[in-house]
């Protein structure tokens, strides 16, 4: 008889190591919502990016300061109050990406549509205003603080000496003004065009520091080229229109100061050297904006793993999945699950032994049936191009039911007391016949008369002009050609969301292809032929409204001369390649065993045969 070589205390001595290490584990907390969970996300990177600005503005500041004489000139306290303040006026900049911060947004059916609704937004004005103030602000405080020049100083100047006689405005101080301002409407001007409020991730994320450190290269070059031609810009306009200028800024400022209708000083049209710091200024604030987007994009345009440090990190996840009221926190989320199903393996194999309470709520069931429902989504809209506006055949009339014959008027006798019951909710009229014969002076109309020929009325004058103009901009070849509804943009209307669709076709496609070696239930290969059969029912609608579009739509503009690739329905259309090629390599040697519907056989057999 074998005795135990580790005696017999050995029984109990792994069951203490193992209680031991079990303590020592760390118990992770859990998130109620997705919400909160990218909530504490977004503060760690907002404070993050302050920092970089922060750093970065002492960076700038310490640049503008240094001359050849004396390179040790910035060791001041000038340095460090300018540092805070020039951080105080561009900070708040970061407020109005936040705020506006987009995965995707609605694309109108023609480019003067777009203009529209660009105009139309009301935090738009809000930016350009916001831009305004920042430039005028920041080559102020450049001027003033940091090179303390004395033509910044001075709101008003005095013809007749100093402080002696009637004052005028400064046109030096007006042109440093309106080119303050002119630049942050053109700055603000440029995102509201390109749209840089729209996030896109890139699919290879570098470090922060790294894609910081290479915008550098080309950021002040187009802080300079901007600097520059709005410079150009304000200087035209002042040399055109420096009375009118002068009028406005005078009809601001006579509310609460007594100053001269005409200036005696006029502009200093050949100071080199006011027109230098100025432009130094300008460029001082572009560089700033610039580095507020690039900063901005650095921290917040990436895909991150939200969840994971949470206990219940796939219930948090499906919160996210399924909040249809926040567009950006569901595209989040789908983006998160498309990172962890292609670059997580251990996620992975979390996601996949997750079993719920029961076969039917497993963790793969709940996040596959979400993505699906978003592609599902995609074809009824599809679906909807083609059905929209043709009217259904009309109902077969109902059988009218047979109706009694209604019996002849006839007078009878009732037995009852008709007047011992009084009438009951009578209502009074209003008589105001009284009135006539009480009135003494005569209805006369308070409403103008005008004959034939005879002088219009200012607002009838002011429909006529508007008719007129619109009558004129109808005409207008350019102008009808912009207002055009195009073919490209009807389609491209239908993958407006395409980032969400990405992400739902990327994450079923990484998640089934990896199942083969790391599912250690099998579970997900029973779904193994639903979701091929939902992919390649994408496939086979998105491919249909590319090359043959809704009847509808060949009566409208091409949009585009010549082969076009329109970029939302091809990414969409590569992402659904991509996952069925996955599945196809993953699942090679099987695929005699995957029974597809019969639809779809033509189209699956393509990619079996990598002939798609």
Not at 255 to 269: C, E, K, N, Q, Y
Not at 376 to 382: G, N, Y
Not at 399 to 404: F, I
Not at 472 to 501: A, G, S
């Amino acid at each position: 008889m074998s005795s135990n070589p580790l005696g017999a205390s050995s029984i109990y001595v792994i069951p203490k190591l193992a209680k031991q290490k079990e303590v020592q584990t760390p118990l992770k907390p859990t998130c109620a919502s997705y919400k909160d969970a990218y909530d504490a996300v977004i503060s760690r990177r907002c404070r993050n990016v302050l920092a970089v600005h922060l750093v970065l503005s002492l960076l700038f500041t310490i640049l503008f300061q240094i001359t050849l004489v004396s390179p040790l000139s910035f060791l001041n306290w000038k340095t460090i109050t300018h540092t805070v303040l020039l951080f105080l006026f561009s900070a708040p900049l970061y407020l109005i990406r936040i705020t506006l911060t987009k995965l995707w947004q609605p694309i109108p059916p023609s480019r003067c549509a777009e203009l529209l609704a660009k105009v139309a937004v009301r935090d738009h004005w809000y930016m350009v205003a916001a831009y305004s103030f920042s430039g005028l602000l920041i080559i102020q405080l450049y001027l003033r603080h940091l090179m303390e020049e004395p033509y910044s100083y001075k709101m008003f100047a005095f013809p007749h000496g100093d402080r002696f006689g009637m004052r005028q405005l400064n046109q030096d101080y007006l042109f440093i003004c309106v080119y303050g301002i002119m630049l942050g409407i053109a700055f603000a001007t440029r995102l509201i065009s390109k749209d840089q409020w729209v996030l896109v991730a890139s699919p290879v994320q570098q470090p922060k520091a790294i894609t910081i450190k290479q915008s550098l290269g080309a950021i002040p070059y187009d802080a300079v080229k901007m600097a520059a031609l709005v410079f150009a810009g304000t200087y035209t306009c002042f040399v055109l229109l420096s009375g009118s200028m002068y009028q406005l800024a005078l009809y601001l400022f006579s509310t609460f100061w007594t100053v001269l209708d005409t200036p005696v000083i006029g502009f200093s049209w050949h100071d080199l050297y006011l027109f230098t710091r100025v432009f130094l200024g300008g460029f001082l604030a572009v560089l700033s904006w610039e580095m507020i987007d690039q900063i901005y994009n650095a921290f917040f345009a990436v895909t991150e793993a939200i969840t994971p440090p949470f206990e219940n990190a796939h219930a948090c996840l499906l919160t996210g999945l399924r909040n249809d009221s926040d567009p950006l926190l569901k595209g989040t989320a789908f983006a998160e699950l498309a990172y962890l199903a292609a670059k997580s393996p251990t996620q992975r194999k979390a996601l996949f032994c997750n079993m719920g309470t029961d076969l039917n709520n497993t963790a793969w069931i709940e996040v596959s049936r979400e993505c699906m429902k978003v592609l599902s989504k995609m074809c009824e809209d599809i679906e909807k191009e083609y059905t929209v506006g043709k009217k259904s055949p009309p109902a077969p009339p109902a059988p009218k039911a047979a109706v009694e014959p209604v019996p002849t008027n006839r007078i009878k006798l009732i037995d009852a007391n008709v007047f011992a019951t009084p009438k009951t909710n009578t209502i009074l009229l209003d008589d105001r016949t009284g009135d006539w014969f009480a009135r003494t002076t005569p209805i006369t109309s308070s409403v103008a008369t005008f004959k034939n020929g005879g002088i219009n009325a200012p607002k009838e004058q002011l429909f006529k002009l508007v008719d007129l103009a619109l009558s004129k901009l109808e005409k207008n070849e350019w102008i009808r050609k912009e207002c055009l509804i195009t073919i490209d943009r009807k389609i491209r209307q239908v993958f407006t969301n395409y980032p969400l669709l990405v992400s739902a076709i990327q994450a079923l496609g990484s998640l089934m292809a990896a199942s083969v070696q790391e599912d250690p239930f099998r579970l997900v290969q029973q779904d193994l032929e639903l979701v091929l059969n939902r992919l390649l029912a994408s496939v086979t609608n998105v491919e249909r409204i590319i090359r043959s579009p809704p009847a509808e739509y060949k009566m409208l503009a091409p949009g585009y001369l010549g082969e076009v690739i329109m970029m939302e329905p091809e990414m969409v259309l590569f992402a659904l390649r991509e996952a069925i090629y996955q599945i196809v390599t993953a699942y090679e040697g099987h695929l005699h065993h995957i029974k597809v519907d019969s639809k779809y056989a033509a189209k699956w057999q393509q990619f079996v045969d990598f002939r798609e």
